[in-house]
């Protein structure tokens, strides 16, 4: 099955500054890239779309200029969450589909802790 | 109302045993349904997707309901491997953008 690499892990930073998340999809274009957020014991909440090319789709009551979204080609997209504090902190996950595909594929997620 | 509604749970029930969760979703225009897995910490994994007809596959059984807007997942023959958290996927026609239920979380005591 087509495979999307979330980088890093997990990460932990000082309060205020910004941490970057990459995720690529290793064996496909990715025309879409999905970035949902899951606090503990939450459901995954949609942050925002991503396609190639063009400026991510917000979903509402998401900062757009605290989550900063790049998809710059077609197998990737970051996730800068900038000036970060600790209510930032939680597990963040990607999704990728491409053209022609049936169904979305996930990185494997970043856990970020901000102290 | 939130769009997926899920029983947390926990369930906790023997190995060998069979176990149903339930969900419940609030747009009708919904069109594609699944059932993901997911293990503490980790990504969500595709368990099945859910047909109108309902499905099976191995030990588990998926049922959609249209007209009540309801989704089961029946599990059989439990394992200790199946305790995870099961979560509820629903998206409208023609989009990707999935809305997640909260999840039911499972343990599967030996």
């Known amino acids: 099955g087509a495979v999307v690499s979330q980088h890093p892990s997990w990460v932990i930073c000082k309060s205020g500054t910004s941490v970057k998340i990459e995720c690529r999809s290793l064996d496909f274009q990715a025309t879409t890239m999905f970035w949902y957020r899951q606090f503990p014991k939450q459901s995954l909440m949609l942050m925002a779309t991503s396609n190639e090319g063009s400026k991510a789709t917000y979903e509402q009551g998401v900062e757009k200029d605290k989550f900063l979204i790049n998809h710059a080609s077609l197998t990737l997209s970051t996730l800068t969450v900038t000036s970060a504090h600790p209510e930032d902190s939680s597990f963040y996950i990607c999704?990728?589909?491409?053209?022609?595909?049936?169904?979305?594929?996930f990185g494997s997620g970043t856990q970020l802790s901000v102290l | 109302r939130k769009e997926v509604e899920q029983d947390p749970g926990p369930f906790n029930v023997p190995e060998g045993a069979t176990v149903a969760f339930n969900c419940t979703y609030s747009?009708?225009?919904?069109?594609?349904f699944f059932w993901y897995r997911q293990d503490c910490r980790k990504e969500p994994k595709l368990l099945m997707s859910?047909?109108?007809s309902g499905n099976e596959d191995g030990r588990f059984t998926a049922q959609l309901n249209r007209a009540s807007q309801y989704i089961s997942l029946l599990i059989r023959d439990s394992k200790l491997s199946d305790s995870a958290t099961y979560l509820c996927v629903v998206a409208a026609s023609g989009t990707y953008k999935y809305i997640f239920g909260t999840g039911t979380r499972l343990k599967v005591l030996a």
């Open positions: 859910v047909y109108s």
């Open positions: 747009n009708s225009a919904s069109q594609s």
């Open positions: 999704s990728a589909i491409g053209r022609e595909m049936e169904k979305l594929f």
